[in-house]
């Protein structure tokens, strides 16, 4: 992202409750400069225009100033971890030595995506700018050069994420009014249905391990070693997951939306009745894995969400489901570099004015601590998100998954809900735990199906949410079988 032209740009960055103080007449100004959500706050770029009126914007939040023509600007992010996997390390440090390693990673020998074999950095590499323009205790605002933002995503430290600020602003769109309206009333009217619970039971945790296991490149029948956004195996894992969908009796095409990414899997089950409502459930099949490693096995995060789609897939398909509004089932592709796909998808959705009731994200289900009880872990919605999604999503879960703990995870979540959230479509996230990441092997090529804590029951428990919600919302019918004991999919 380059600035240039009507210079001094001021960078404004808001926390998500501080929005709530804006008066109304300034409310367009803030609209028409709006650059994405980043950790707990939102950022604004603002000329002078929205500067010098009678109410000062900058006084929201952090101001940045910036140059006439900055380089790329990215936030970067340490998600918050629980105390018994956070690093010893301040941050001030860590981003010092990413610094560092980004300089040294620009110059020495890497490997290459391709299966080829490893490539060799030329001696003519430019040199990595980055200047820190604000940090605060847990993030900070770089502008990076060309060559820097290449090589961030290998450079990373396991628990940071990263994420470019886009060319030009977004709109700043809420959730409408009746579009909560719509999910109020639904949920008024969900109680317990042997229908829905006899089908989402059917969900079948040996089809997850073999899903998973295939996906990790755990199987030995598996064409995978890794699915880095960036690499060939990448688009392999897409054409896998667009066969497996369409064996279901999905609609899928494969969505291409940036040179380099993999594309998005984007599958549809058409409503019996004549209607542009739709539903969306996604989960990203990309991956990050070590430091300075190509293999992204990612169990966890994400095959575990990427298993339980099909899993759903499978089960309507089993049982003969026909909804009465729209499904879309959406494998997204780079997430681990800002949700890039997902937030693809979502804008072409709102140019094409689609009728989206809910998104809901599935994003690494599968991690239990030992010794606690299973949990769902729903986006916390005073941060981000919306409240009446996650009012159904838990009340569904103590009906169908009883088993499960329900609480919000206490940060943002920073999946791809978001990247409907910002459309103005109503979103949440549903994750393994109520509290902070405990999964030691979070962003690591250790991130493998086979090891302690890996839990397929607990992905099942979370998929059966999943799906008993999209049957009570979209509603739905049985399609009469000759003979209904017989899998199709077997």
């Not at 997902?342 to 009728?355: C, V």
């Not at 703990?405 to 409907?420: C, I, L």
């Amino acid at each position: 992202m380059r600035f240039s032209g009507l210079a001094p740009y001021t960078l404004l960055l808001v926390s998500l409750r501080d929005l709530q103080a804006v008066p109304a007449a300034y409310e367009q100004c803030l609209s028409q400069s709006y650059y994405g959500t980043y950790g707990i706050r939102r950022a604004f770029v603002l000329d002078r225009a929205c500067l010098e009126q009678s109410f000062s914007l900058t006084q929201l939040g952090t101001v940045v100033r910036l140059q006439e023509e900055e380089q790329n600007l990215v936030w970067v992010q340490r998600r918050p971890v629980d105390q018994s996997l956070a690093a010893t390390k301040l941050f001030d440090h860590e981003l010092s030595q990413l610094v560092r390693d980004l300089r040294i990673s620009a110059t020495r020998p890497s490997e290459a995506w391709d299966a080829a074999g490893p490539a060799q950095a030329t001696l003519q590499t430019p040199p990595v700018q980055m200047q820190v323009l604000h940090r605060t205790h847990d993030g900070a605002l770089l502008s990076v050069s060309d060559t820097a933002l290449r090589i961030l995503d290998s450079g990373l430290p396991p628990y940071w994420q990263y994420t470019a600020f886009p060319s030009s602003p977004r709109p700043l769109i809420p959730v409408p009014r009746h579009a909560k309206e719509r999910l109020r009333q639904a949920l008024a009217r969900i109680r317990f249905n042997h229908v829905v619970a006899s089908i989402v039971n059917g969900i079948s945790v040996h089809r997850l391990q073999e899903d998973v296991r295939y996906l990790t490149g755990e199987d030995p029948a598996s064409e995978l070693a890794t699915r880095h956004s960036f690499s060939e195996d990448a688009p392999r894992a897409a054409a896998w997951l667009k066969s497996r969908f369409e064996e279901t009796g999905a609609s899928c095409d494969l969505h291409y939306f940036r040179e380099g990414f993999a594309p998005n899997v984007i599958c549809k089950l058409t409503a019996s009745e004549d209607t542009t409502e739709t539903l969306v459930l996604g989960a990203h099949y990309d991956d990050r894995g070590s430091f300075g490693s190509v293999r992204a096995p990612g169990a966890n995060d994400d095959a575990s969400g990427t298993a339980a789609l099909l899993a759903i897939a499978r089960t309507i398909a089993r049982r003969g489901v026909v909804f009465k509004a729209n499904v879309l089932l959406c494998a997204f592709a780079g997430e681990e570099q800002g949700m890039v796909g997902s937030r693809a998808f979502a804008e072409e959705l709102r140019e094409k004015g689609a009728n989206v009731t809910l998104m809901i994200q599935a994003d690494m289900l599968a991690y239990r601590v030992p010794g606690e009880r299973p949990q769902l872990g729903l986006n916390d919605p005073s941060l981000l998100g919306t409240a009446e999604l996650t009012h159904i999503l838990s009340n569904v879960s103590t009906i169908y998954s009883p088993e499960l703990t329900v609480g919000y995870f206490p940060y943002p979540g920073g999946s791809d809900h978001q990247s409907f959230h910002e459309q103005g479509y109503p979103a949440a996230q549903v994750y393994e735990r109520a509290g902070y990441t405990k999964d030691p092997m979070y962003h690591k090529t250790g991130d493998l199906s086979d090891r302690d804590g890996y839990d397929f029951q607990q992905i099942k428990s979370i998929a059966m949410v999943e799906l008993a919600t999209v049957l009570h919302v979209a509603g739905f019918d049985l399609e009469e079988r000759d003979d209904p004991d017989v899998d199709p999919l077997q």
